[in-house]
């Protein structure tokens, strides 16, 4: 891992580091050296108690770091798709009054582009197998469900789907609605949305953005060659 690792708590977020943070101006209370397992635990649950928005986890190497996170939760594995249509517009689902993207728990022996690929067909009603495209981001949330503290870590990919049949949501799932949504319209997703979705469509617009300037670099390079070539 060579980023930081945000665990969403609901509307808040515990920042796993191998940053010292010693350049950002940040309150120390809200930072938290690692020590052990136990120590560990401890801060966690002082942290949901509180009211803090926001708690920084520290230590040299992220990847024991986030080894020892894991263990502190029934931790669960998940992927999920960002799904287009040829004219742009991205699938949105509606799950228990929230906007969201299609995703779901691996099953056993399940790759993650399977798992993928198959919960967006199951909570959507896609008739035909979306092209996977390329992998856009992890995110990782925290939930309690039968007494258990799960952490669920999703896989998310950017998927294209051309079909046009009629999206059919998975009510049993709490779908309640599924639509194709335009791009230039997600801002009324993060609205009403889980924090770690408002991350992915960050990811996903900035992505798009750099699409974007690198189309126009290109053109105006194919501009100057044409300009040189007629002078």
Same mark, same amino acid.
């Given at each position: 891992?060579?980023?930081?690792? !945000?665990?969403?708590?609901? @509307?808040?977020?515990?920042?796993?580091?191998?940053?010292?943070?010693?350049?950002? &101006?940040?309150?120390?209370?809200?930072?938290?050296?690692?020590?052990?397992?136990?120590? /560990?635990?401890?801060?966690?649950?002082?942290?949901?108690?509180?009211?803090?928005?926001? /708690?920084?986890?520290?230590?040299?190497?992220?990847? @024991?770091?986030?080894?020892?996170?894991?263990?502190?939760?029934?931790?669960?594995?998940?992927?999920?798709?960002?799904?287009?249509?040829?004219?742009?517009?991205?699938?949105?689902?509606?799950?228990?009054?929230?906007?969201?993207?299609?995703?779901?728990? &691996?099953? !056993?022996? @399940?790759?993650?582009?399977?798992?993928?690929?198959?919960?967006?067909?199951?909570?959507?009603?896609?008739?035909?197998?979306?092209?996977?495209?390329? @992998?856009? &981001?992890?995110?990782?949330?925290?939930?309690?469900?039968?007494?258990?503290?799960?952490?669920?870590?999703?896989?998310?990919?950017?998927?294209?789907?051309?079909?046009?049949?009629?999206?059919?949501?998975?009510?049993?799932?709490?779908?309640?609605?599924?639509?194709?949504?335009?791009?230039?319209?997600?801002?009324?997703?993060?609205?009403?949305?889980?924090?770690?979705?408002?991350?992915?469509?960050?990811?996903?617009?900035?992505?798009? /953005?750099?699409?974007?300037?690198?189309?126009?670099?290109?053109?105006?390079?194919?501009?100057?060659?044409?300009?040189?070539?007629?002078?």
């Amino acid at each position: 891992m060579d980023t930081d690792i !945000k665990i969403f708590f609901n @509307e808040r977020v515990v920042v796993l580091s191998d940053n010292d943070l010693g350049s950002y &101006a940040i309150d120390r209370k809200h930072v938290y050296r690692f020590e052990n397992r136990n120590a /560990l635990v401890r801060r966690i649950e002082k942290f949901e108690q509180s009211v803090d928005e926001r /708690l920084y986890i520290i230590h040299s190497d992220l990847n @024991e770091l986030f080894g020892h996170v894991k263990k502190c939760f029934k931790y669960v594995e998940a992927a999920g798709g960002f799904v287009m249509l040829p004219d742009g517009r991205a699938l949105i689902i509606k799950r228990l009054g929230k906007w969201d993207l299609p995703k779901g728990k &691996a099953e !056993k022996g @399940e790759s993650p582009q399977d798992t993928a690929l198959r919960e967006v067909m199951e909570e959507c009603g896609l008739e035909k197998t979306p092209i996977i495209t390329g @992998e856009l &981001a992890h995110t990782w949330h925290t939930y309690y469900h039968d007494g258990k503290h799960i952490l669920k870590h999703t896989a998310w990919y950017e998927m294209m789907y051309d079909g046009n049949e009629r999206l059919k949501p998975q009510y049993d799932e709490d779908i309640t609605a599924a639509v194709w949504f335009p791009q230039n319209l997600l801002n009324v997703v993060m609205l009403n949305t889980y924090q770690s979705i408002k991350q992915l469509i960050h990811t996903i617009k900035n992505q798009n /953005l750099k699409i974007e300037n690198q189309k126009l670099k290109i053109k105006n390079q194919i501009g100057n060659q044409k300009s040189k070539i007629k002078n």
